[in-house]
């Protein structure tokens, strides 16, 4: 059986409405790959092709029939151009080294991850996580994944990036930084090192995951051009 006949017969299902986190006053559906579905580095690297997206060990994607906004994000590493604030990004962090490592409990990680949710989402449920959920949430069993760390020139932590590596690229599936930092733009540095990576490995693209239109969080993501947009079951390249 091929790819693309395992692809239509894995088992998917959809949630029910539920408030979307990125627009105001709409709901959304998600479809979640079976968490039961045996799954391969090789099926993975082709649901993120296909606009899927990797939560812990969950596969999911946006469902909703009436709305589109949700679409996937790549940069095609290649044809990138870096933009005025891309090279003052990776001027102000130089003196920056990234050592990849394997995606295991490290104390230091855990309290900066903490530490950047407390700061990005004060008095929520999710900026005080267990050592259990912050694994689970960047961690599977069935891919390569990496922990990319940043330090700077006096070996103190900046930041993590936590990267899967599928056959056609990087997908950048979270990366947590110092919030009090905001001038290194350390957020920046990682998708800009990811680039840098990929051409490295001679792989094609860096996954951002979704982008919104509309939503100020999810901006950043459409600065690097060009980049390609899934949709209609297609990537269309904006420049």
């Not at 949630?15 to 968490?35: I, K, R, S």
């Not at 090789?42 to 990797?54: A, D, H, K, T, V």
């Not at 990682?190 to 990929?198: F, P, R, S, T």
Request: with cysteine.
């Amino acid at each position: 059986m091929g790819r693309s006949d395992l692809l239509r017969r894995l088992p998917v299902y959809a949630t029910g409405d539920h408030a979307c986190p990125y627009l105001d006053g709409e709901t959304a559906c998600t479809w979640f790959v079976d968490p039961e579905a045996s799954l391969s580095p090789g099926l993975y690297s082709n649901l993120i092709r296909q606009g899927y997206r990797r939560s812990g060990s969950y596969i999911y994607r946006p469902g909703c029939e009436d709305c589109h906004a949700c679409q996937s994000l790549r940069i095609p590493v290649a044809a990138f151009r870096p933009r005025r604030r891309h090279r003052r990004c990776l001027k102000a962090n130089s003196g920056a080294l990234v050592q990849p490592l394997p995606p295991e409990y490290r104390d230091e990680h855990y309290r900066l991850y903490c530490d950047y949710l407390q700061a990005r989402h004060p008095g929520s449920e999710m900026a005080d996580p267990s050592i259990g959920e912050y694994l689970e949430f960047l961690r599977a069993d069935w891919c390569e994944t990496l922990f990319y760390e940043f330090r700077d020139e006096r070996d103190e932590l900046l930041g993590v990036a936590v990267t899967d590596l599928v056959a056609d690229g990087l997908s950048a599936v979270y990366t947590f930084f110092r919030p009090d930092l905001p001038r290194r733009s350390l957020g920046t540095l990682g998708i800009l090192w990811q680039i840098n990576e990929a051409q490295r490995l001679g792989l094609s693209y860096v996954y951002l995951g979704y982008w919104v239109a509309g939503c100020e969080s999810m901006r950043y993501k459409s600065d690097f051009r060009p980049h390609e947009v899934y949709t209609g079951g297609r990537w269309v390249t904006v420049d």
